[in-house]
């Protein structure tokens, strides 16, 4: 029971961090590095930590089967490259409110897929947890009242960042079902995804940004630390003991954080429907707890 609720408190942490991105975003936008570039900054930052750590904690962690390849390109090209590609493009033909909230259509592809592939029951509170946590989002995002208009391309965009977000749990719990350490599912997912972002991005000029500082390098690595290398490892050493639908829900408190932080340190308005909203997300959390005990 213990481990249960811990690893439920790894998800939350998870989320919380996640939900700190941009503080660390903004000031890589100021110095010139834009979406693409941040996206492999993280990634290959994160595999030089990643790989630092299996050398010093067991390098028998970088051992994989080739058949099982399959899991560490789900998390790092279909889910990790994927999302951020559907992502980024969403956010330049419509608002950053619209598109997150496509974004977090995640927890209800997680727990379709994973009814049907881990035989994960879809209860009514599984279900009413997931409409309290978005509509939630809704509100904190301020799409209400917003006028926005969806189109066709939209939609299918954003919905393909959600399906993309989704597909870490999904590979990363057939990967961890096949006996494989955290460590080594963050390494090799993040490896992948640097191979691909590389394409997008300009790696001369992450180089050059970073290394312009000793403040840039210190900015980097705990960017990097906090936003990825932490969060990644704790939330799938929480998969081991929670559903994926369930920790989905639990990680929705990330776009709650990162608003919040937008208010604290950027001047951004808190607004009754933001304080809707966070009372919804963490309802939605809290009903997903119960769930558990009574199923």
Known sequence: MKEYIGSKLLIMLAGILWGCMGLFVRPFNDKGLNSWDIVFL?????????????????KSL?????????????????????????YFKEITITSLSVAAILLYTAPAFVM??????????????????????FTGLIFVTGVLGGGERLTVKTLFIGLGAGLGYALYSIFGR?????????????F??????????????????????????????????????????????????GLKSVENGQASIIASIEPVIATLNGIIWF????????????????????ISNIKMKMT
């Open 42 to 58: 993280r990634a290959m930052l994160t595999t030089v930590f990643m790989a630092l750590i299996l050398v010093i904690k067991d």
């Open 62 to 86: 970088f051992k994989i089967k080739m058949k099982d390849i399959w899991c560490f390109l789900g998390t790092g090209l279909l889910s990790i490259v994927f999302f951020n590609l559907c």
């Open 112 to 133: 379709v897929i994973s009814a049907f592939c881990f035989k994960e029951r879809l209860t009514k509170l599984k279900v009413l947890a997931l409409i309290l946590s």
């Open 174 to 186: 057939y990967a961890l079902e096949r006996g494989y350490n955290s460590y080594t599912i963050s």
């Open 188 to 237: 090799y997912t993040f490896l992948f995804a640097t191979a691909a972002t590389m394409f997008f991005a300009s790696p001369l000029e992450v180089a050059s940004v970073v290394t312009s500082s000793s403040g840039s390098v210190v900015l980097a690595i705990i960017f990097v630390l906090i936003s990825t290398v932490v969060p990644y490892l704790v939330y799938t050493i």
């Open 267 to 286: 001047s951004e308005k808190m607004t009754i429907g933001v304080v809707i909203g966070i009372i919804l997300v963490l309802s939605g959390i809290v």
